[in-house]
């Protein structure tokens, strides 16, 4: 099965700085590729996801990018600020009727004022 | 991911006992999931279905029981055969398996007592 894992397990930055997160998978059939945002206490919230028809993403401060070849995707948040503080889960999964989506370990970004 | 209700939100167990979290969604989607996360542990699957009156285990699955009598439901049962219950449940829904987002619900926290 899929085995999803994620470096580093904690990110510290400086508000204003980049953040990168990085996630690697071990099924070349793996297609879909999300990531949740969760804040302590609360559900997982998806904040972006790619398909392996694409190789990056971009929504205002977040970006994703995926190398098939060699198995990774990364999730990128410029200009940090202190509630982008959570636990971040990468995510990937095939199309199909009996696919199921393989979360990562998390991540948790602490951003310093 | 107004749409998927978890109750209770918080739920304490004695030793041998069994308990059952509800889960509800009216956003009409086929697939619902069960997830347990543990600190470090990331999301793991317990049980997923794709349609009514069927479902399938996933990572996790001992010690707990589920049904899918009706498309919106999907009640988790914590049998007393589950050794170390406690922990943050979440419920997940998604339109279809594979390539589709899955929306969570608020979640419910098990400990026994």
């Known amino acids: 099965g899929e085995n999803v894992e994620q470096h580093p397990s904690t990110l510290s930055v400086q508000e204003g700085d980049s953040a990168v997160i990085k996630c690697t998978y071990s099924d070349s059939a793996s297609n879909y590729f999300p990531w949740y945002k969760q804040e302590l206490g609360k559900r997982p919230q998806l904040i972006i996801d790619?398909?392996?028809?694409?190789g990056e993403k971009k929504d205002q401060r977040i970006a994703v990018t995926l190398n098939k070849t060699a198995k990774h995707f990364s999730l990128h948040i410029t200009e940090t600020q202190p509630e982008d503080s959570a636990v971040y889960f990468c995510?990937?999964?095939?199309?199909?009727?009996?696919?199921?989506?393989?979360f990562g370990k998390g991540i948790t970004l602490s951003v310093r004022p | 991911d107004g749409g998927i209700t978890q109750s209770p939100k918080y739920l304490f167990r004695k030793e041998g006992q069994n308990v059952t979290l509800s889960c509800e969604q009216n956003l009409n989607h086929d697939a619902m999931y069960w997830y347990r996360q543990d600190p470090g542990q990331g999301l793991r699957l317990i049980y997923y279905s794709q349609i009514v009156n069927d479902f399938q285990k996933g990572d996790i699955a001992e010690g707990y029981s589920v049904s899918r009598e009706k498309k919106e439901s999907f009640p988790l049962t914590v049998t007393s055969a589950q050794k170390n219950p406690t922990a943050f449940y979440l419920c997940?829904?998604?339109?279809?398996?594979?390539?589709?987002?899955?929306?969570f619900g608020e979640g419910s926290w098990l400990t026994v007592v």
């Open positions: 997940a829904s998604s339109i279809g398996q594979g390539r589709n987002t899955i929306y």
């Open positions: 995510a990937a999964s095939q199309a199909g009727a009996n696919s199921k989506l393989t």
């Open positions: 790619i398909r392996s028809n694409v």
